[in-house]
């Protein structure tokens, strides 16, 4: 009798998956799906979802990379050396894995040889934790679980497979996998895993910035990724990736907030949308606060001027470390610096179209879902607060809707009608004028016509000779 979960996996493999792993029968080789593909699929089961349509299903086969490569039309051979080939059908890609066994890792990063071999469960043994070391036999319609990973997956629990400490030490990526899983699977780390984490923190500081930047994105697909981030501050990981961010924990805040920056700055994370962007600068937009704070002896509470200031300079570094690309570091660290937004309805147009001027348009709607998350996030009743963001949306949009001029480009003048219109050789003046002449229409929008403006930028470049 098949149990529930082999029913799912059952029903939830793909046609072409399994015409991998008939084709490979019929060549005399055994095949499973394994890993990422069968853990969500038993997952899904109990949440009673349906399991997310995914694109990669892995397989682990008993057959040779050449094999492989052999017995299908349409190959890529992706990391032969490592046994992996990738089958291509109807413009999906399969990996197609060749069992390996565990192998040394003398450097704590890469395995320093690949060894294939037959049996499946010493495969499976090689693997970081038990939910991810199970596999589906689709033929023979068997889930091949030699570590308890449904047990786990029961009780809640990532559990390192075999020795954690041992495991941890020999490829330090994994203790921020852990913290990764905590998130995504919203499982909790098994007692001894979790021990396991400090002292292969050696192993951990290996790991290559671009490996925990990935980490740190894919953590941000969590429901809560705060659950990550807080593995990570107490076992320390972010000790050795991101200290700036330590200072947040336990300091206290002005009387706004339920919580104190760290906690105020997870929950923030967390009430933002599943973008990895936007979630790291919410991880980020207070990392100003330790430094800037002050006890103000008039009103008795902590002030923290220029914060977000601060803050910026501290993400863009930090970033860099991290290797986040320079797109992704510019939007973080605008986000940062803009996200204290001081609007009330006393503000006149001309001071909102400043302020859309200064953050400039295209970060708008990140921003104003980001400052929305914030005000969420004081551990407080935020109604009024979350309806003073929407009425400064609705106030910005209508005046951009309105053809508002925020910059040069929005003149009804160019610089080359400017120059003709003054009649002097084209120098930095021009732009000087232009952009003053964008101050005035900012200020009233009236001014922003052709004739208007060619006068006034003549008595602007006069007084400028
Ligand atoms: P995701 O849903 O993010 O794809 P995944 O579990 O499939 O999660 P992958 O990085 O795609 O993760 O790896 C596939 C499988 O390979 C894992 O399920 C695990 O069994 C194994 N694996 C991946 N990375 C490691 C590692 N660093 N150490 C040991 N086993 C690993
Ligand atoms: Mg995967």
Not at 31 to 55: F, I, K, P, Y
Not at 68 to 87: K, N
Not at 353 to 381: M, S
Not at 411 to 432: C, H, I, M, Q, S
């Amino acid at each position: 009798m098949p149990t529930a979960d082999e029913r799912s996996l059952a029903s939830s493999v793909p046609d072409p998956v399994l015409a991998i792993v008939r084709r490979l029968a019929s060549v005399g080789r055994r095949a499973w799906v394994v890993g990422g593909c069968v853990r969500d699929v038993l997952l899904a089961r109990r949440e009673g979802a349906a399991a997310a349509s995914r694109n990669d299903w892995d397989l682990a086969t008993d057959a040779r990379p050449e094999e492989v490569m052999r017995a299908f039309p349409r190959v890529i051979p992706t990391g032969l050396r490592h046994g992996t080939v990738t089958v291509l059908d109807g413009g999906v890609a399969y990996e197609v894995t060749t069992l390996r066994g565990d192998v040394s890792y003398s450097d704590g990063r890469r395995p320093d040889a690949v060894r294939f071999v037959d049996d499946l469960v010493e495969d499976l043994a090689r693997r970081d934790f038990t939910v991810n070391a199970m596999a589906w036999d689709p033929i023979g319609g068997r889930l091949v679980d030699p570590f308890g990973g449904v047990a786990d997956l029961e009780a809640k629990l990532l559990r390192a497979v075999g020795e954690p400490a041992a495991r941890f030490a020999e490829d330090g990526l994994r203790v921020l996998r852990a913290a990764r899983f905590v998130a995504t699977l919203e499982l909790e780390l098994e007692e001894r895993t979790a021990q396991a984490i400090e002292p292969s923190l050696a192993s951990y500081r290996k790991v290559s910035a671009e490996r925990i930047r990935d980490e740190w994105m894919k953590t941000m697909k969590a429901r809560r990724p705060s659950r990550a981030f807080e593995v990570m501050r107490a076992h320390g990981l972010l000790e050795a990736t991101a200290p700036e961010l330590l200072d947040a924990v336990g300091c206290e805040q002005n009387r706004h907030h339920a919580w104190d920056v760290w906690t105020h700055t997870l929950a923030c994370v967390d009430a933002c949308p599943p973008e990895a962007v936007l979630r790291v600068a919410a991880l980020l937009h207070d990392i100003g606060k330790p430094r800037s704070r002050e006890l103000s002896s008039k009103t008795n509470d902590y002030t923290f001027h220029d914060h977000e200031r601060i803050g910026a300079e501290i993400a863009g570094p930090l970033l860099e470390r991290l290797r986040f690309s320079n797109d992704e570091r510019g939007r973080v660290v605008a986000l940062v610096r803009h996200h204290l937004v001081c609007y009330d309805e006393r503000w006149t147009d001309a001071a909102v179209r400043r302020w859309v001027r200064r953050v400039g348009t295209e970060l708008l709607p990140e921003l104003y879902t980001l400052v929305r998350a914030d005000v969420r996030a004081k551990g407080r009743d935020a109604d009024d607060e979350v309806a003073r963001v929407d009425a400064l949306e609705a106030r910005a949009a209508a005046l951009l809707a309105a053809g508002a001029a925020l910059g040069v480009a929005d003149l009804a003048v160019n610089g080359a009608e400017l120059v003709r219109a003054v009649g002097r050789t084209p120098g930095p003046w021009v732009g000087e004028v232009l952009r003053q002449l964008v101050e005035e229409v900012i200020e009233d929008p009236a001014r922003n016509e052709r004739g208007a403006l060619l006068e006034r930028g003549r008595a602007l470049a006069t007084s400028r000779a």
